[in-house]
């Protein structure tokens, strides 16, 4: 059976047999003190200020374990020893030979068994017999067969290693110790540990167990030797001025203000140097040199007033002091640790752990389970809550009381070391309620960084709480928090304002949805906002949607706007779609496919969603792509009976249009084959046939003319045919112009031969018959005036071609054109209709130079009164403008006649 008590006698005994040898083997290779380095010296003459340290022998006594094979490192310099003297050193480490020492000075700690088997592994190991250390080996044998001699006493006492601190002598959370924080104890040692780091923060809310954390650690540490690698000293600070217990509130005192943490900080340097100092700076220059960790704890209740002090305290300390610190809220920090919640199996732990050695009577695993839980894992509810219960309290009444207790708790502390915009975001979500990000974002007027840093401040508070649904982040405040807010405000400035601008919102998706009901805008319209739509997300929708497409600064922000929403809405088809859009528009075409192409996964169902990645795929000139998901589109609106026109006209022209830039003139005409009974789709099915004639055989004049004719004398007949049965409409007038360009540049070469006689005369015929419904549907478009130049031109230029009856030769020349404002007053205005409303009392029209007018029923003449519901879209009409006029908006008119 395994004796603790022989196993620690053995090690004892052997360890001590260690430092006297290695003691002894120093005296023997060290000639002189002053081959000491005089850091060395300076440490142990601290240790023992009485004696003065003059000989190798009160070098040697002073001595602790670890510090005992750098003196014979140095003992061994530049000798063949040296090598083995550093493996041996390396051994120690392995063997934990300083946590061991550590264990014996410490008759309360536990010591296992692998203690004694690690120093007798040392000790019997082949460097120790090379270096020609016999007695250390001799001893180990002695204890093996149950010889012992004890250690003196005064080793034990007088070799115990600890570094200088004022930490305090009890703990709260001493009764059960530190349970669950395993991991963040070492991430804590390890950035301690880390010389490139100089401030480190624990952050978490209250109750968390930051400060038993911390001293938990530095318990720890203040008796290893490996401390000294990087602290010489530890002093702790608190600046908590209340505590909450299972009785209440307790007031502490502590510093306020940054020059009473300087005096209070002084007066902790001179109780642990034993050194008096006059005045922080003095404190400052004395130990300058000293590697000394600052513990600050409870840091916020100082960044209350001045959350800049700390930092500029932080400048001010010399180099080789590091701040380790716990606070509430986010400080400035090169590294911080933020504690979560203990997790379940901790907290039963805790809570079984507590009971049991505060004497209560066991809870069952549900109980347990209950109280770990409602207290959401925090170790300080959890505590309080069993203490209440010990009291006799019932479990839920228990719970409750505590849960509120830390919830004011916090909010009392906190409310005034918080910025403007974490104060913003309490005032917010008390307004609001659960929200996400991008809400939060428009109703406080910041943008993603700045709310993201008012988020971080409060995170690790528990005035609010925080959810994940379905990847979105959700936001809210504690239910009894909500209620301090209420009974005590605090900023009711900032909720008035919070207040106007969620009305604003409020009232501005309510527009949306008026909108799209009022103009009736179809499902199948990119501008279509569902009503259920998020209201943020309606919001920045609508502001896409107005936003003029050549307003690259505005809609540059829009676009900053989706980034900044796409971890909140990227599960949305709606979403990913326009996001796709905007970045179309801003010409990243790549990345609108990809986007396209996820709002297409998430929903395939929606041939808008199709129809956009087609589209984007289109713009960045993927047209075998393009035309294959216009194909299919094609053929999920016919699967569906889609009957949009206004939407499949899109469709069409994306599909037609993919295999004109593809060269693929074959497919259009297949797909045009029976074009004219397409009814309503028939101008443009018709349009694009013509187009294919014409693009399939324009390159062939020169080489085969025979070809080159066949095919114009198609595009024009189907044209013709197109202008009879549709009218002027704008897509095959738009392409007739390119038809237009052809026969200018053809007739002038062949009008002459006898052989292309009747193509040149349909060529003509087909120009005199169209020209002016073209050029009457180009005056309704924008920047048209050089196209309706050029359609002049050639028929300047054509009519007077010395070709048998020229069907030209009997229009009149420009200047004996007459226009039919001649006819009508100088102070109206030529335009033509391009958008009638829903309501049919209200038109817009536009005149040749794009200026565009808003045009009522009421200010119409008596003559056209009667018959205003029968103005249709292309109708011309002249106006008087009114002086009334407002940027960016159509110009209302005070008269409308028809001429």
């Not at 053809?746 to 002016?772: A, E, G, M, R, V």
């Amino acid at each position: 059976m395994f004796d603790s008590n022989l196993a620690q006698r053995k090690t004892s005994m052997l360890l001590f047999e260690i430092e006297e040898s290695f003691g002894e083997f120093i005296k023997d290779n060290i000639n002189d003190i002053k081959d000491i380095p005089n850091s060395v010296i300076d440490t142990l003459q601290e240790r023992k200020s009485e004696i003065e340290v003059t000989t190798i022998e009160h070098v040697v006594e002073r001595t602790y374990l670890a510090e005992i094979f750098h003196l014979a490192s140095v003992a061994t310099d530049n000798t063949s020893l040296n090598t083995l003297i550093k493996e041996i050193s390396k051994l120690a480490v392995i063997y934990e030979l300083y946590d061991i020492r550590n264990a014996i000075a410490h008759p309360n700690r536990a010591f296992p068994i692998c203690y004694w088997y690690r120093v007798a592994a040392f000790a019997c190991d082949p460097l120790i017999v090379a270096l020609g250390i016999d007695r250390i080996h001799k001893c180990l044998i002695s204890a093996e067969e149950g010889i012992i001699t004890d250690p003196p006493d005064e080793w034990l006492e007088n070799s115990l290693f600890e570094i200088r601190n004022n930490l305090p002598n009890h703990f709260d959370h001493d009764v059960t110790g530190l349970i669950g924080r395993e991991k963040e104890n070492k991430k804590l040692l390890s950035l301690l540990t880390n010389p490139r780091v100089n401030t480190v923060a624990v952050v978490a809310p209250g109750g968390y167990g930051k400060t038993a954390l911390v001293l938990d650690m530095l318990k720890q540490q203040v008796s290893n030797p490996k401390t000294a690698s990087y602290a010489d000293a530890i002093i702790f600070i608190s600046l908590k001025i209340e505590t909450l217990t299972a009785t209440g509130i307790q007031n502490k005192a502590a510093p306020q203000t940054i020059e009473q943490l300087k005096d209070e900080l002084t007066t902790a340097a001179e109780v642990t140097y034993e050194v008096p100092f006059e005045n922080f700076n003095e404190c400052k220059e004395y130990l300058e040199d000293q590697k000394l960790l600052i513990c600050i704890d409870n840091l916020e209740t100082l960044l209350r007033d001045n959350p800049e002090a700390f930092d500029e305290l932080n400048l001010e300390l010399p180099a080789q002091w590091r701040i380790l610190v716990t606070s509430r809220t986010v400080i400035s920090s090169n590294q911080s640790i933020t504690l979560e919640p203990l997790g379940k199996k901790h907290s039963i732990n805790l809570i079984s752990s507590y009971i049991r050695k505060k004497g209560g009577k066991v809870l069952g695993k549900e109980f347990s389970e209950k109280i770990a839980i409602d207290c959401y894992y925090n170790p300080l509810a959890i505590r309080l809550s069993v203490d209440k219960i010990i009291n006799g309290n019932a479990i839920q009444t228990a719970i409750t009381t505590t849960k509120n207790e830390i919830a004011e708790f916090s909010f009392r502390n906190l409310i005034d070391s918080l910025s403007r915009n974490a104060n913003k975001v309490l005032e917010a979500l008390l307004l609001a309620g659960e929200s996400e990000k991008i809400y939060l974002c428009a109703l406080l007027e910041v943008n993603l960084d700045e709310l993201s840093n008012a988020l971080r401040e409060l995170i690790p508070t528990s005035l609010l709480t925080r959810k994940v649904y379905d990847d979105v982040e959700l936001f809210d405040l504690s239910t009894s928090i909500r209620d301090l807010l209420l009974l005590e405000p605090r900023n009711i400035e900032i909720r008035e304002e919070i207040y106007i601008k969620k009305e604003s919102l409020a009232r501005q998706a309510i527009e949306v949805d008026k909108k799209q009901k009022e103009l009736s805008i179809s499902t199948l319209n990119v501008t279509y906002i569902p009503k259920e739509t998020n209201e943020s997300l309606k919001i920045l929708l609508e502001r896409f949607h107005r936003c003029s497409l050549s307003n690259f600064e505005k809609m540059s922000n829009i676009l900053k706007d989706f980034k900044n929403a796409y971890e909140t809405f990227k599960n949305l088809d709606i979403f990913q779609r326009e996001y796709a859009r905007t970045l179309s528009i801003m010409k990243d075409n790549k990345l609108a496919i990809k986007h396209a192409r996820i709002a297409y996964t998430i929903n395939s169902k929606d041939p808008i969603n199709l129809y956009i990645l087609a589209d984007c795929c289109f713009r960045n000139k993927e047209y075998e792509d393009s035309s294959k998901y216009y194909i299919d589109l094609l053929k999920i609106c016919n699967e569906l009976k889609i009957n949009d026109k206004k939407f499949m006209v899109s469709v069409y022209h994306g599909t037609f249009q993919s295999f004109l830039w593809k060269g693929n003139y074959e497919a259009i005409l297949e797909l045009t084959d029976d074009w004219e009974n397409k009814e309503s789709f028939s101008a443009v099915f018709g349009g694009y046939r013509a187009t294919a004639y014409k693009r399939s055989v324009e390159n062939s004049f020169r080489n085969n003319i025979t070809k080159y004719i066949d095919g114009m004398t198609k595009s024009i007949d189907v044209m013709n045919r197109v202008f009879e049965i549709a009218g002027y409409l704008k897509s095959p007038c738009i392409q007739s112009l390119k038809i237009i360009d052809q026969i200018e540049y053809t007739l002038p070469k062949i009008f002459d031969n006898k052989k292309w006689y009747k193509f040149c005369i349909s060529s003509l015929t087909f120009l005199k018959d169209h020209y002016q419904g073209v050029i009457d549907q180009q005056i309704l478009e924008k920047n048209s005036s050089t196209k309706i130049k050029q359609i002049k031109h050639t028929i300047e230029l054509l009519k007077v071609l010395k070709i048998k009856d020229n069907p030209l030769s009997g229009i009149e020349s420009k200047s004996e054109i007459t226009n039919d404002m001649t006819l009508v007053d100088s102070s109206y205005v030529e335009v033509w209709v391009y958008h009638v409303m829903p309501d049919s009392n209200r038109r817009f029209a536009q005149d040749s130079n794009g200026v565009q007018y808003f045009l009522t029923k009421e200010n119409t003449s008596s003559e056209l009164y009667p018959i205003w519901e029968s103005i249709s879209q292309g109708d011309k009409l002249y106006v008087i403008p009114s002086d009334k006029r407002e940027a960016s908006k159509a110009t209302p008119v005070t008269d409308i006649i028809q001429g």
